[in-house]
T-cell receptor, first 113, second 116 residues
């Protein structure tokens, strides 16, 4: 089983729609969680961290469910510019307690006019 | 704007040739990661360093890949000999990771490798 799993999509939704992605992780000792965004042929960039209490940044809301070992990303009022691949990121305990940062394979989102 | 710098940006090479990719992490970052991305596998962690010490290279094929960090401003990933299946984008990322907690990592633009 992969350490971090995501639905690859693609999600194809109209502009203005609300869309949500989930990501599951296998290691209950996972420590920190993030969502990154990757545009076509570009490098991944941090979108937002995911806090235990859930957090919001404008149209984006991230939530963590430790009991069920998943994190989610909700995008409200989607824009054409939101079209990208969204990568779930989990920090695992690593060798000598130095954390490993593991990426999911990403969920592709396409917003249509 | 501080950024991670990778060279070369693009490389086409013949099977069997040695390939060396270089990365200059952001000054002050203590952790450097090498990832490989393909359509089929997504982003795979190959190796990472903390304060220049290699911590985990279990994701890397040992027979042909090697990763080093000769100084704080340079990380290298070498493939010898290269094979067509090594064709991928290789990303270097760096971050300031404190107290074994994950923190933001920043990616370079990637080295796009094609082995023919």
């Amino acid at each position: 089983r992969k350490e971090v799993e995501q639905d690859p999509g693609p999600f194809n939704v109209p502009e203005g729609a609300t869309v949500a992605f989930n990501c599951t992780y296998s290691n209950s000792a996972s420590q920190s969680f993030f969502w990154y965004r990757q545009d076509c042929r570009k490098e991944p960039k941090l979108l937002m961290s995911v806090y235990s209490s859930g957090n919001e940044d404008g149209r984006f809301t991230a939530q963590l469910n430790r009991a069920s070992q998943y994190i989610s990303l909700l995008i409200r009022d989607s824009k054409l510019s939101d079209s990208a691949t969204y990568l779930c990121v989990v920090t695992l305990p690593g060798y000598s307690s130095a954390s490993k940062i593991i990426f999911g394979s990403g969920t592709r989102l396409s917003i249509r006019p | 704007d501080a950024r991670v710098t990778q060279t070369p940006r693009h490389k086409v090479t013949e099977m069997g040739q040695e390939v060396t990719m270089r990365c200059q992490p952001i000054l002050g970052h203590n952790t450097v990661f090498w990832y490989r991305q393909t359509m089929m596998q997504g982003l795979e962690l190959l190796a990472y360093f903390r304060n220049r010490a290699p911590l985990d290279d279990s994701g890397m094929p040992k027979d042909r890949f090697s990763a080093e960090m000769p100084d704080a401003t340079l990380a290298t990933l070498k493939i010898q000999p290269s094979e067509p299946r090594d064709s991928a984008v290789y990303f270097c990322a760096s971050g300031l990771v404190l107290n074994d907690k994950g923190n933001t990592i920043y990616f370079g633009e990637g080295s796009w490798l094609t082995v023919v």
